[in-house]
């Protein structure tokens, strides 16, 4: 559900923006309805799917600190990080991407940070040092709220399989300044309802909600609607 994740954002976003950052105030949403149906559709797009904490400057004074799956190029080193693994990617304005990669689960890896913790602050003991300081002093910092923030969108919709289908979703969405990149309708499922995909332009979070509710209420749509976010990471 994307929780142990959320909390190493909200500290990681309070440490590279100078401050404290509320855990109620970062968005949060795990894979737990993600399908394998997704999954495969994503691979054809060419991205795959990840939980991504992101951590991204806003304007001046706000930042944008979510957790949610996200579709990822393929290409991307992020995309081949698998199993146990985790991986940080950070951006600096001079040196650019880096990338800090390494097992973020199982016994031996937790083991050994406790211990390297440990070991740390009895070396602080023996020299009479306090350790490490952290100083949030920027007071007016804030999180950006998730319906403000932009992104572009995969969603997958179940609809009826006949002609006009596609012209009322599109029309919904354009009423809501919502592009169409692209479309993705496999030719392999036969029956009354279809898969309906779409690659949706970069739009407002509460734009795009409030196309999804209307087009949930189409005649044609049958089923909920499943959208994902697209990071581009590049």
Known sequence: DGIDAAHKAALLAGLAYGFYVPFSDVYVEGIRDISPLDMSFAEKLGYTIKLLATIRPHDEKRVEVRIHPSL???DHVLATING?????QVVGDVVGPTLFYGRGAGADPTASAVLADVIEAAQHVAVGQCGPFFAFGNDSGSVVPMDEVC???YARLTVSNRPGVLAQVAQIFGKHQIGISSVFQPEDHDGQ???LVLLLDKAKEADLQSAIQEIKELDVVDGPCQ???VEDLS
């Open 72 to 74: 990822v190029a393929r």
């Open 84 to 88: 146990v693994f985790n991986a940080v």
């Open 151 to 153: 992104l572009p969108f």
């Open 193 to 195: 309802t279809v898969p």
């Open 227 to 229: 959208v994902i976010r």
